[in-house]
């Protein structure tokens, strides 16, 4: 760890996330990126990295030195930590690479939506020191070469394994609040895991199946009972994990609100006809469900028809 003044880090899947975190740390840190062709090489072209912020009327070019397409290009470097950017069904996948390019790192920070991420990354990296960042910046590519900050929000780090755990989450926490991004360290990071499922379970799913803003699940009366029969679930696995979630209805209820207008990831991967990330939320919920002995038909009629959504394109009238 070369100190908190500056950082060598690698950033593994230069998405929407990815290309935000970017935006904010090249001023203060040595940054490494890896992304998709079309993103990269449109950085190159125009030598920089457009970010706006539109909570601030603000657009910064931001300029990335370290620009790669393949991990190949950064083989054998050893950094003060990677975060690990892409979406969670291409974790073990983007984690394998990392290690047959021989890179290195005591820190590895996830960014990924749901759960049972640790697992596979315990499973592939072994003793390292493993952080969970939960995030609630909203962050869209418009197109090639830029990215919008659509809506500021905390950033909950928290330590889940490795003998310096704390310590790496800590100094990750404070990083990210010099960079102008809010973000707190916390001991515990599970009962605010069971409170990002919980959202990502209901508002996720629900605004992929019936192509609507967050807002909708919030006003439209019809989803309320869907949105019942999900928190109910959920709130009786996280009681079986030790995590007591007050009032799961009207948490959900309250940021679908605050994110009103924003278009959630997984509807915006139905609209592009990618993958969702459902097998790590609602499908992690039915797995526990399983294991714990408790029953999850909402979910799985949810989980089902989003796999349905998934797989529409060669169906469509």
């Given at each position: ?16 996330i ?16 890896v ?9 190159e072209e ?10 601030k ?32 069904y ?13 890179i ?13 991420i ?15 960042a939960?995030t ?7 197109e ?14 928290g330590?889940?394994l490795?003998?310096r ?5 800590k ?20 009962p ?13 799913p ?15 009366p019809?989803?309320?009972q869907?949105?019942r ?24 209820f309250?940021?679908?609100r ?10 915006q ?10 097998d ?11 294991k714990?002995r ?7 009629i949810?989980y089902?028809l ?9 169906h469509?009238?």
């Amino acid at each position: 760890m070369s100190g908190a003044s500056k950082m060598k880090i690698l950033i593994a899947g230069l998405g929407a996330i990815g290309s935000m975190l970017a935006g904010y740390l090249a001023e203060e840190n040595d940054v490494y990126c890896v992304g998709r062709e079309w993103h990269i090489s449109k950085i190159e072209e125009q030598g920089y990295l457009l970010l706006k912020i539109l909570f601030k009327s603000k657009e910064k070019k931001v300029k990335l030195k370290h620009l790669a397409t393949s991990l190949k290009d950064f083989s054998n470097h050893n950094f003060d930590c990677i975060f690990i950017c892409v979406k969670a069904y291409d974790l073990e996948i983007m984690l394998r690479e990392i290690l047959k390019s021989k890179i290195q790192s005591e820190c590895f920070v996830f960014f990924q939506n749901g759960l049972g991420i640790e697992e596979i990354a315990q499973r592939i990296l072994g003793n390292v020191n493993i952080i969970r960042a939960l995030t609630n910046n909203g962050a869209n590519i418009p197109e090639p070469g830029v990215v919008i900050h659509a809506g500021l929000g905390e950033t909950v780090v928290g330590g889940i394994l490795g003998d310096r755990k704390n310590i790496y989450a800590k100094l990750i926490a404070n990083m990210l609040i010099k960079a102008g991004l809010p973000a707190k360290f916390v001991k515990d990071i599970t009962p605010y895991l069971y409170r990002k499922i919980l959202i990502n379970a209901t508002i996720n799913p629900v605004t992929a199946l019936l192509r609507i803003r967050n807002k909708g699940v919030a006003e439209i009366p019809w989803i309320r009972q869907i949105v019942r029969s999900l928190c109910d679930e959920i709130s009786k696995i996280a009681e079986k994990q030790g995590v007591k979630l007050k009032e799961p209805e009207e948490i959900v209820f309250d940021i679908a609100r605050k994110t009103g207008e924003n278009l959630s990831s997984m509807l915006q991967d139905i609209i592009k006809g990618r993958p969702t990330e459902i097998d790590f939320i609602n499908g992690a919920i039915i797995r526990l469900g399983e294991k714990l002995r408790i029953r999850t038909p909402a979910n799985e009629i949810i989980y089902y028809l989003v796999k349905a959504a998934e797989n529409l394109q060669s169906h469509k009238i």
